[in-house]
C-alpha cells in the first residue's frame, strides 16, 4: 500500500520495455499519471479461491478492486482508493448462461460492472455502485467480425465502451454512456511488437490507451482522447516476480496501475 499526492505535468508519452523472446507469455502493465486515485494495492494468488478471500480483506481496508487478470497459474488483483465507488460486488461461474442471469441480477440491483475477465474456465465479473456512467449494455458475440460490427453500431448510438475480455470462444463488451471518453478507436492484432508500434503512433496522434486486453490469440488495444491523464506509460516482462517490481517502481515514479494484460508475445 502506498500514499501520494499527485502534480499534473505537460503531456508526455514514455515507452518502457523489457527485451523478451518470441513466443513467450508475457504480462503488460499500463499506468498514467493524473488520475484521481489516491493509493493502490497489488494482491496476487495462485487460484480464484484464494483470490475471493483476498479482495474480501482489501474492501475492509476501504480499497475497490479496478481490475483482476489471470495468466500462468496466477491471479493478480489491482485495487485503489479514490475511485468514487460506493458499493461493490462480484460474481464467478463456469457456465455463460448462469453467469449472464448473475450480470442480469446485479445490473437490476444498481451495479454496473468495471471488470471482466475469463480464467481457469471461469468468468468473473467485478461490479460497482458511483461509477457515473450511464446506461450500461453489454454485448456477446461468438465471432470477431460480428463483435467488431457490436462495436460500431454501439458507437453510432453514443456508446463508448468500457471494457472487454475473451475467452471460452466468447468476445463480451461493455458500453456506457457518460464515461469522459471521446473519439474512441481501438486496433486488435495477433503480435504484441506490432502492437507496440501502433501504440507509439496513436500517442503522436493525441490518444491515450484506456485498456489493454489478450483473448483469442489476440491482443487488443482501445484508445481514447479526453481522459485527463498527464503522462502514460505501459511496461511488459514475462516473468511475474519481475513485473511485480516493475510495477513498485512505477508507483514510486507517481504512476497509477490503469490496466494489466496477460498474454503471448506472438
Known amino acids: 500500500m502506498r500514499w501520494y499526492q499527485k502534480a499534473l505535468i505537460s503531456a508526455v508519452g514514455i515507452v518502457l520495455l523489457?527485451?523478451?523472446?518470441?513466443?513467450?507469455?508475457?504480462?503488460?502493465?499500463?499506468?498514467?499519471?493524473?488520475?484521481?486515485?489516491?493509493?493502490?494495492?497489488?494482491?496476487?494468488?495462485?487460484n480464484l479461491v484464494d483470490m475471493t478471500d483476498a479482495i474480501e480483506s482489501e474492501w475492509s481496508k476501504g480499497f475497490y478492486l479496478v481490475d483482476l487478470e489471470q495468466g500462468r497459474r496466477t491471479w493478480m488483483a489491482i485495487f485503489a482508493k479514490g475511485t468514487g465507488y460506493t458499493a461493490q460486488s462480484y460474481l464467478h461461474s463456469s457456465n455463460w448462461q448462469k453467469f449472464a442471469r448473475g450480470i442480469d441480477k446485479k445490473r437490476s440491483q444498481g451495479y454496473d460492472i468495471v471488470d471482466l475477465e475469463y480464467g481457469d474456465g471461469e468468468w468473473v465479473a467485478i461490479f460497482?455502485?458511483?461509477?457515473?456512467?450511464?446506461?450500461?449494455?453489454?454485448?456477446?458475440?461468438?465471432?470477431?467480425?460480428?463483435?467488431?460490427?457490436?462495436?460500431?453500431?454501439?458507437?453510432?448510438?453514443?456508446?463508448?465502451?468500457?471494457?472487454?475480455?475473451?475467452?471460452?470462444?466468447?468476445?463480451?463488451?461493455?458500453?456506457?454512456?457518460?464515461?469522459?471518453?471521446?473519439?474512441?478507436?481501438?486496433?486488435s492484432l495477433d503480435e504484441w511488437s506490432a502492437m507496440r508500434n501502433l501504440i507509439r503512433e496513436r500517442w503522436n496522434e493525441g490518444y491515450q490507451v484506456?485498456?489493454?486486453?489478450?483473448?483469442?490469440?489476440?491482443?487488443?488495444?482501445?484508445?481514447?482522447?479526453?481522459?485527463?491523464?498527464?503522462?502514460?506509460?505501459?511496461?511488459?516482462?514475462?516473468?511475474?516476480?519481475?513485473?511485480?517490481?516493475?510495477?513498485?517502481?512505477?508507483?514510486?515514479?507517481?504512476?497509477d496501475v490503469i490496466g494489466i494484460a496477460s498474454g503471448w508475445n506472438d
Open 128 to 187: 460497482a455502485k458511483g461509477t457515473g456512467c450511464r446506461e450500461q449494455v453489454y454485448v456477446e458475440e461468438r465471432e470477431w467480425k460480428r463483435f467488431r460490427e457490436a462495436i460500431k453500431a454501439n458507437w453510432k448510438k453514443g456508446y463508448a465502451m468500457t471494457e472487454l475480455e475473451a475467452g471460452g470462444g466468447r468476445w463480451v463488451g461493455i458500453f456506457a454512456k457518460n464515461t469522459g471518453q471521446k473519439s474512441q478507436s481501438y486496433v
Open 18 to 46: 523489457s527485451s523478451m523472446s518470441y513466443g513467450e507469455h508475457i504480462w503488460v502493465g499500463l499506468f498514467a499519471k493524473g488520475s484521481k486515485l489516491t493509493a493502490q494495492s497489488l494482491i496476487s494468488r495462485e
Open 210 to 255: 484506456t485498456m489493454l486486453e489478450y483473448g483469442e490469440g489476440r491482443w487488443f488495444a482501445l484508445f481514447a482522447k479526453g481522459m485527463g491523464w498527464s503522462e502514460e506509460a505501459y511496461s511488459s516482462t514475462h516473468d511475474w516476480e519481475r513485473f511485480r517490481v516493475k510495477i513498485k517502481k512505477h508507483w514510486k515514479q507517481g504512476y
